[in-house]
């Protein structure tokens, strides 16, 4: 039994492999959404508004306060705020931890 087989690399002048798309909800690509984005990081001012945090010069990502799964208002600006990398990361996984152990 051989297991060293190293993929031949076929494809290298051919056609373009397929990558199936990625499946997106299709609430994050209606204009609505779009505008909601758009609006929280401009009204952020290149600022991220995590706690404590206030980085500049940085992505940012739009984000729910409330998320959506938990019944936040998808496009209330009252319900958005622009965060760093960082920060859209940190508070996803509370967001997370804290639905697995509230129910
Ligand atoms: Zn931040």
């Not at 990625?22 to 609430?27: E, I, N, S, T």
């Not at 936040?72 to 705020?81: C, H, I, M, R, V």
Request: positive net charge; charged residues 25%.
């Amino acid at each position: 039994m051989g297991l060293k087989t190293v993929g031949p690399r076929l494809h290298a002048a051919g056609p373009r492999v397929r990558v199936p798309p990625k499946v997106v909800d299709p609430h994050y690509q209606s204009d609505d959404h779009k505008a909601w984005r758009a609006a929280v990081i401009r009204r952020a001012a290149g600022r991220c508004q995590g706690p404590g945090c206030g980085k500049t010069g940085v992505r940012l990502f739009a984000d729910h306060i409330r998320e959506l799964v938990d019944g936040g208002a998808p496009f209330d600006l009252a319900n958005g705020q622009a965060l760093c990398g960082t920060c859209h990361t940190i508070k996803t996984a509370r967001a997370r931890k804290a639905r697995q152990q509230g129910g």
